[in-house]
């Protein structure tokens, strides 16, 4: 482990018992029943899917079958399916069945289970495409999902295809000519078929492969577990029952049927996204983990930012405090000069790797920590603003540094700083849209979650804009009226 | 400063020399200066006299020289640094009140941060000086809905608040518009009668000879003259100072 990684874990260290008290999603175990957490990525159908809240499908369906015969409770959790293997990997979570095709790479990270179905690839055209063959691989747009087998087919064999987070995404892209065909796996094709009149499987299957539950190779014991169960339901016919059962489950589709104009059918699309299977309860509940995140992060924020500006403005003044300035600056330059995604995944995989924390607990310390690096230099800032004179003043009045600077310098650095840092709240509000990437259900992914149950784009991702929007002007009025009080009470 | 003795200097100033780079600003400066002494320094812009006053409480520290109060030395990054800058209050040019606070505030925050008096003593103080400079009025005023004249006022009651043995003036009417002068001059007269040892900054040349009891006139970081105003300015030594002290006077015509 290198040393910045162990010193973020000491970080962590500090910050997690301070934010613990913070959380309103516990961690705590339930009962004394063992717990087996799945991972999969459930935008992919039949496979795995969220229906009327509950992440269900063919994976989900078997995996509860065999805790349910092993005495287990089942913890199922949605991720992108390219962090699906390194969660089991990392020891996140203790299974991972998201429609995983058995491969020798993949076998080197984790063990695969017996499979429990074969699957083939399918090439999915719009009808309007006119005659297609496996040859226009080469030549066209290929659309696929990024990690599968669709993926890796295509690359090896025929071109760089456009890779989408998930099976709806791939075929929005397909109705929308963003690509001319697209390589996904059989079952979710045809369940996409099935709700997409437009669209048509060409016949001929590409790759045959099987899908298989993936399970740390440090557990032996649950790997055996799995196979024992699956050799007893394949023998018993509960296996087939079960794909059978999950595969109409899916292809009924909720949409309500529509005949005449425009309006009727914005109407049933408004209806299917948002009041069908009470869709709009993603919205909602998105929006809550949004501003929770959010406000404990700008708070985490402001506390490092405090702390780091102190630092910093008392090196430029004073030429004291090198080595603390220089941790300070190092801070600034990796935090600023990295993506907050990739911090994000950073403190998920690396940091907390081995920990069952909150998804709540890892966003707010991964935006705080981000937002602090940029809340220190606006406060920063606002304190080397001010006039000299200020410090000068304090000092001859026989105050001392930390005197002059608690009473003095800080109380007028944050008057000013006071619409930065609002600003600094609204602009991280946006930014923990990308909590879906590690499976927070925030509002951006609640509006993925509905469009992977509806093949929907446009509704739920206007819908999820518009909320945004509105909350942004929201507050920036309150920061406008905030700042607008400031200057009143300035000149007075 | 346990030495009570009224005779003996309360600063005892050696060789002082403070440098900005390349430029020497203090160029080997040493004076005494008594208790109740009221001393005028002069001298034209960038001769020095505004850094050599800022280095007397340590807002400059010299490169070399020492400083001597009450008998006791000074030294720069010492604890007791503080605790002599509550004896000696500054006044500047641009007042640098303090935004965020009250008149009264602005006043009482020094005395009650240094342990120096209670709530009640400092709250006494600030009304008492308020009320000997006329702003009794202001006391829950915001510095900025003051004028400059009133922002100065308030300047050296901040620093009077502390009570100080010595109070530093850096051109404290520079800043003023010229019908704001008088007010703050009047102030700084009272405390001269009052006997209040004083090292005053300034270009006020006839308010200088009407009250120093020693001028100094500096240039290039040197003391080039010193003496009564009679001396420095009616009897000056060679046509340099001369001309400076007729430029002076030409520029207020």
Known sequence: MSL?????????????????????????????????????????????????????????????????????????????????????????????????????????????????????????????????????????????????????????????????????????????????????????????????????????????????????????DLLNMFNVTLRQMKADGTLDRIIAEARIRCASNDADAFDGGLLDRIKADFKLNFVNGNRYRYLLNGFGVTMLVTVLSVLLGILLGF???IVRSTHDMTGTHVVADAVCRCYLVVIRGTPVVIQLLIIYFVIFCSLDVSKILVAVTAFGINSGAYTA?????????????????????????????????????????????????????????????IALEDLAKGGDIIRSQTYNAFLPLMAVAVIYLAVVMFFSRLLGNLERGLQKKNRK | MENTDNTAPLFKIRNIVKRFGSVTAVDDVSLDIRRGEALFIVGSSGSGKSTFLRCLNFLEIPDSGTIRFDGAEVAAGDRTLDAYRSLVGMVFQHFNLFPHLTVRRNITLAPLLTGRMTPEEADDTASTLLRRVGLADKSESYPDQLSGGQKQRIAIVRALAMRPEALLFDEPTSALDPEMVGEVLGVMRELVKDGMTMAVVTHEIDFACELADRMIFMEKGRIRAQGTPDEVVRHPADSRIAEFFTRLADKRR
């Open chain 1, 377 to 437: 230099e606006i406060i920063r800032a606002g304190i080397m603003s001010l006039d000299r004179g200020q410090i000068e003043a304090g000092r001859s009045l026989g105050l001392s540094y930390r005197q002059t600077m608690l009473r003095v310098i800080l109380p007028q650095a944050l008057r000013n700083v006071l619409p930065a840092l609002g600003n600094e709240f609204i602009v991280l509000l946006k930014e923990t849209s990308v909590s879906g990437f």
């Open chain 1, 307 to 309: 702390l780091v500006a």
């Open chain 1, 4 to 220: 910045k990684s162990k010193m973020l874990r000491v970080l962590a260290a500090v910050l997690v018992p301070s934010l613990m008290l913070a959380m309103v999603s516990g961690c705590g175990k339930s009962g004394k029943k063992r717990t087996l957490v799945m991972v999969c990525n459930a935008a992919f159908p039949p496979f795995e899917l969220v229906r009327e809240g509950e992440i269900g499908g063919i994976d989900p369906d078997i995996v509860r079958e065999i805790c349910e015969r092993n005495d287990y409770e089942l913890k199922i959790e949605d991720m992108p399916f390219g962090s699906v293997i390194a969660a089991v990997q990392t020891g996140k979570a203790d299974v991972a069945a998201s429609g995983i095709t058995v491969t020798d790479e993949r076998r080197k990270m984790i063990d695969f289970t017996d499979p429990y179905v074969t699957a083939r690839q399918r090439i999915m055209v719009r009808k309007d495409a006119g005659e297609f063959s496996i040859e226009c691989l080469d030549t066209n747009l290929i659309g696929v999902q990024e990690g599968t087998t669709g993926d890796m087919f295509v690359t090896k064999h025929y071109r760089e295809p456009e890779r989408y987070k998930n099976v709806p995404e791939v075929v929005q892209a397909l109705k929308t000519r963003k690509v001319n065909a697209v390589v996904v796996d059989e079952e979710p094709a045809r369940a996409e078929a099935a709700a997409n009149p437009d669209l048509v499987l060409l016949s001929v299957p590409l790759a045959t492969e099987d899908y298989a539950f993936g399970i740390s190779k440090r557990r032996p």
